[in-house]
């Protein structure tokens, strides 16, 4: 009985990691809640930049995905990026996305960036 429960683990996992969703450069996420029933982990909408494969940089300052300037983001943030160039990957693995997101409301900033899992992402609503 205990071997029948692993197996179907194992196959609720294959499932669920097949059925991933695949997110386009620029779609706006959050990361999700472990427990269903609770908010999204991140309050700040993420914005796609690095999809599976992608190759990320750090040049000068500047955060680059296969060799082209990110831009859609303040100077500021770019520059904090970039200054903690070991939470980039040099490639974005299989499965996986880069996010980054930056938030501005009433002289509160929120930011984050990263790279997650496909299933641990939603699109944001």
């Given at each position: 009985m205990k071997h029948v429960a692993v197996i179907l683990a194992l196959v609720a996992t294959t499932v669920a990691y097949a059925q991933?969703?695949?997110?386009?450069?620029?779609?706006?996420?959050?990361?999700?809640?472990?427990d269903p029933d609770r908010p999204a982990a991140t309050a700040v909408v993420l914005t796609i930049v690095g999809l599976p494969n992608d190759r990320l940089s750090v040049t000068n300052g500047m955060v680059y995905v296969n060799d082209v300037p990110?831009?859609?983001?303040?100077?500021?943030?770019?520059?904090?990026?970039?200054?903690?160039?070991?939470?980039?990957?040099?490639?974005?693995?299989?499965?996986?996305?880069?996010?980054?997101?930056?938030?501005?409301?009433?002289?509160h900033i929120s930011e984050y960036w990263g790279q997650h899992a496909a299933g641990s992402l939603e699109t944001a609503r």
């Open positions: 991933s969703p695949a997110f386009s450069r620029g779609e706006h996420v959050r990361v999700r809640a472990l990110l831009e859609q983001f303040s100077r500021d943030f770019l520059e904090r990026v970039a200054a903690a160039p070991e939470r980039i990957p040099p490639q974005v693995p299989p499965g996986h996305y880069f996010v980054m997101g930056e938030q501005r409301l009433n002289n």
